[in-house]
């Protein structure tokens, strides 16, 4: 038996009927084996033994599709997405494979393909699967959809679900799908779960005739989940406020508030009510009443004291509570309504107040005994200031309008000479930096190397040079790395190396060749082993800046000589193959990028820049498509691990649009491109806004056309880098030419 259920898993209509007998048993036996080793949690032989049977056998879908799932559970995104996809590609009626697929597409942002891999499953009439496997489908179906705002697709998926558990109940009972009490169970969550869908779409009365019918089986004897049925009422209450019916919405929201949440929506939705009612006056000695019976329900606490911040006469008493979560919760629910509140009210140097008591906390202070040793209570209190900080950070990631305004006090608070810790300034930099608002970074940044101790120097002058690369500033990079290497105080603390690997760019992109060359040798000579590549690669980069490619891949070749772990030779790879392209010796480039992807698939930079070539080319435009949109997801994978505030690359939306464009997709390439331009990234890239100009062009929008190829006039001429495109490449030319083609 278990060796029947090896072959059935194994086996699938997209196999090769015809295999060799001993490899078939052989892939047969390192899948069981993975199998057996996933039973018991060893997660990495039966990774091992997955790719093993792949190999073997590289058509069959079974193993392909353990492993995607194995991956999401090892935190291999990247890889779990591109084996799903295969899968799907191969069998899209594997339901479980694609709702996988869809949830890993979803968690990227691709809500496009995402929704065409679950509109796809929806619309088949039955799912090949068990019934209580396919009702768990459908509402995870339904919840990617509302996620992605298809509510209408959402709404399909839950009814099919409900189709299985109330219309055919006893059917599937029969069948031991559902026990009665698991299908009524079910059958009330799904009704629940239509009923917030069809408040979404704005159908009210639908959303209550659902809801009521979830209400109903929650309190039957069959179900008997009473709390469930009168978490009902907050739904209920959403519906009729819908309707305008207010008094029957705060009838039903007060009924709710009995069960005490702690989340803020309901208050929130009940201070909003009691408004809609006119009896704001009623608003705070309300909450104040859920409060006192719910001491440290901090959300509440929260809601309560942006209400009291609203008014003038209320803001000391706010202030203080608010004071006092601060010291009691690191929630970033709390802090996100703190900081919200004030910001509201045109408040944010509040914020920037709270950010700086928690990191004058956080440091070292010089005057202490540093013998004395850390007692539980600092080090719980440095622990909860951290902590803080991050919430804050957090809160303020989905409100870019509440950056502006935050960084805008800042900026004041520096103009006004107010004196903060060092940590706040990096703080108020990195957010600058992360919403590129790079002029304000630079400043935050600047004065955080006057401010930081010696432990802080590196990271707060890495940061600075950062954001002035990002502005495309040069010569403001030379200048503080000399001014940095004239104090002996920043050096003793710092090194030499950062600045001259800095220095050495920066002179290099001002066409200063000697003075370049000296300070990246400087730099080879005062590295350590750990930053030996890393040097020698800047090394490379100032060759090619300075466009001397044939010493650029002199110099590569040797590198690779030298340095031989498969990391250092995919990062050397990538340096010599843009320095083949700089040389126009396209083919030894591809080949490079195609031997980087032979190891690592999913290295994105690799993907993108094969993919953009190749469709500058014209060439297999299939393939550099596929590679661009791989790029695209690779990288959203990575920022959002890393939090980034931007979410897409600008370089590789407008590599989709540029490939699309050649591939005669007038009116998507437009779509892309204009997505990229509306990126920050993109809004001060030359090459988007003339590839935009292309495209509206071809698509006989002259007017606009000409707008986008001004943009990149302004914007080519404006980089005085040697490294520029705009000169490099010929495109400032180009661009001129292609306005003079338009009155």
């Known amino acids: ?106 968690d990227v942002g691709d809500t496009h393909e995402a929704l065409a891999v679950t509109q796809s499953l929806v619309k088949r009439s039955s799912l090949k699967v068990q019934p209580a496997q396919a009702v768990a489908i459908y509402r995870d179906l339904a919840r990617l959809c509302e996620k992605a705002g298809d509510l209408a697709t959402a709404e399909r998926a839950v009814r099919q679900a409900i189709e299985l558990v109330v219309a055919q109940r006893a059917a599937v009972i029969a069948a031991f799908a559902f026990t009665p009490k ?65 008094p029957e919405a705060l009838r039903q929201l007060e009924a709710y508030l009995k069960l005490q949440p702690r989340f803020p929506e309901p208050y929130q939705q009940l201070a909003r009510l009691l408004r809609a009612a006119k009896r704001d006056e009623e608003i705070i000695p309300t909450l104040q009443t859920y409060a006192l ?31 006092t979560l601060t010291t009691v919760s690191t929630d970033p629910v709390v802090l996100g309504i703190i900081v919200r509140s004030h910001l509201d009210n045109r408040r944010a140097l509040e914020i920037i107040k709270d950010l700086d008591r928690s990191f004058v906390l956080l440091k070292d202070d010089k005057d202490k005994d540093k013998e004395k040793p850390e007692t539980p209570q600092t080090a719980a209190a440095k622990k909860f200031a951290a902590e803080k900080a991050r919430a804050i950070a957090v809160a303020l990631e989905n409100e870019p309008h509440g950056v502006a305004e935050l960084l805008r006090a800042a900026a004041d608070d520096l103009k006004n000479g107010t004196r903060r810790d060092h940590a706040t300034y990096y703080f108020l930099g990195s957010l600058a930096a992360r919403h590129q608002q790079l002029e304000l970074a630079v400043l935050q940044f600047r004065q955080a190397t006057r401010t930081a101790p ?37 050096t003793r603390a710092v090194g030499e190396l950062l600045f001259h690997y800095h220095l ?85 480039a591809e080949k490079l990028l195609r031997a980087i992807l032979d190891d690592d698939p999913d290295h994105a930079a690799a993907c993108n820049d094969l ?10 435009l299939d393939e550099a498509e596929r590679l661009i949109r791989h790029a695209i997801t690779l990288d959203r994978i990575e920022r959002r691990k890393a939090g ?57 929008d002259k007017a606009q056309a000409k707008a986008a190829w001004e943009k990149a006039l302004a914007l080519y001429e404006a980089d005085a880098r040697l490294s520029s495109r705009g000169r490099r490449d010929g495109r400032l030319e180009e661009v001129k030419r292609k306005l003079t083609r338009i009155p």
């Open 454 to 490: 010696d432990n802080s120097l590196y990271e707060a002058y890495s940061a600075l040079f950062d954001a002035l690369w990002r502005r495309g500033q040069p010569g403001e990079v030379e200048a503080a790395c000399r001014e940095a290497l004239s104090s002996r105080a920043i």
């Open 644 to 700: 980034s505030a931007e979410l897409e690359n600008a370089a590789y939306i407008d590599s989709l649009g540029w490939v699309l464009f050649r591939r005669g997709r007038l009116a998507e390439a437009r779509v892309q491109l204009e997505r990229a331009a509306a990126l920050p990234s993109g809004a001060i890239d030359p090459v988007v806004w003339d590839h935009l100009g292309d495209v509206l062009f071809r698509l006989d």
């Open 182 to 246: 698991q299908a009524d169970t079910h059958a009330a969550e799904c009704l629940e779960q239509l009923g917030r869908i069809l408040l979404k779409r704005q159908k009210p009365n639908d959303s209550i005739q659902a809801l009521d019918a979830a209400a109903k089986l929650y309190a039957s004897p069959t179900v008997a989940d009473p709390a469930s049925a009168a978490r009902l009422s907050w739904h209920r209450a959403a519906a009729r406020e819908a309707q305008g019916d207010i």
């Open 1 to 106: 038996m278990f060796a029947g259920l090896f072959i059935s898993v194994l086996l699938s209509p997209s196999a090769e009927p015809a295999r060799a007998a001993e490899t078939h048993k052989h892939a047969l036996t390192q899948f069981g084996t993975a199998l057996w080793n996933l039973r018991r949690d060893r997660w990495l032989s039966a990774a091992q033994q997955l790719e093993a049977a792949m190999q073997t056998e590289p058509h069959a879908t079974a193993p392909p599709k353990e492993l995607a799932k194995l991956y999401v559970q090892l935190g291999r995104e990247p890889q779990a997405l591109r084996l799903a996809r295969q899968v799907w590609e191969r069998q899209p009626d594997d339901a479980e494979n694609a709702l996988l697929l869809a949830r890993l597409l979803f």
């Open 504 to 588: 050495a760019l920066a002179l290099a992109e001002q066409g200063h060749a000697q003075a370049a060359l000296e300070a990246a040798e400087q730099a080879i000579r005062q590295s350590g082993d750990p930053n030996r590549l890393i040097v020698r690669l800047r090394k490379h980069r100032v060759l090619c800046v300075l466009g001397r490619w044939s010493e650029a891949i002199e110099y590569g070749h040797k590198l690779l000589e030298e340095f031989d772990t498969l990391e250092e030779r995919q990062r050397l790879r990538y340096a010599q193959a843009g320095a083949y392209w700089g040389a126009q010796k396209n083919a030894e």
């Open 611 to 620: 993919g953009y070539h190749l469709a500058d080319q014209g060439r297999h």
């Open 293 to 323: 019976r719910d001491k440290t329900n901090y959300p509440l606490a929260a809601v309560l004291a942006s209400e009291m911040a609203r008014e003038p006469t209320t803001r000391r008493h706010a202030d203080e509570l608010f004071a």
